[in-house]
């Protein structure tokens, strides 16, 4: 896979040399390159900003530098080889939420070119242009506002990247995660362990010393429902009650949930302590 990605502080995407990102470059898993947003100006202060038509606060990402940095960076790839085509995401507070489906989704694409901003934005014009003819994704990583869009965009790589094949040293490592699609989907993960047995007078549950394959797997999913109900009961009220079995609706039932007059699954006694 291809990422480029062009900012005004390549500095900041250092830690995509380390870890996991690191290494599939180091592989040739991962193709990173990072481009200084300010290569593309042509004044002597090399400006990428200016002021809000209409006013207001802040300072508005020009179009041209991002324009001229989009053009020479989509003409390197797709030179020679007609279908390479990017997918430009953007990284915004007012974009769709990013979650690990999408991750799934832009783990499948050949190329990403990611356009971190900072002051208030891009001119809208740009999302516009290359959305006439590329697929962007404008995407938000969390409901709160950052200085710029590096941070977002370490995030996103990082998420993207361990889903690629040979990336991870395990590949079912990604199979349980909160959020991986399959038969956990809606439910976060629940807690782990490793040795020792005992530490500082805590144990681990007995049944995971058990080696009942079955029984493991039952309370793993208990200890999902315990931790989602407590932490994110959106994603059960949500989830089709059909992808509950028996022992699902066991466990919700301890745990003070029920299903409501359509069915859906949500709180019907006082909160159960985790
Ligand atoms: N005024 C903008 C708004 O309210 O939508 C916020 C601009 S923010 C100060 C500057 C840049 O940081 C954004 O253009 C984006 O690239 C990045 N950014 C900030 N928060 C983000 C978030 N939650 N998700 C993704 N990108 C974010």
Redesign the pocket.
Known sequence: MRLDVVTIFPEYLEPLNVSLVGKARARGQLDVRVHDLREWTHDKHNTVDDTPYGGGP?MVMKPEPWGEALDAIIESGTSGTEDARPTIVV?????EPFTQEIAVELAEKPWLVFT???????DRRVIEEYGDHYDVRE????D??????EA?VLVMVEAVARLLPGVLGNAESHRDDSFAPGAMADLLEGPVYTKPPEWRGRGIPDVLLSGHHGKIARWRRDEAFRRTTANRPDLIERTDPAAFDKKDREMLSILGWGPGEDGRFGRVAPDVEE
């Open positions: 802040g990284p915004t507070p007012s974009g971190p901003a900072r002051y208030e934005g891009i995407l938000s990583i969390g709160y506002v950052l200085a710029g869009g977002p």
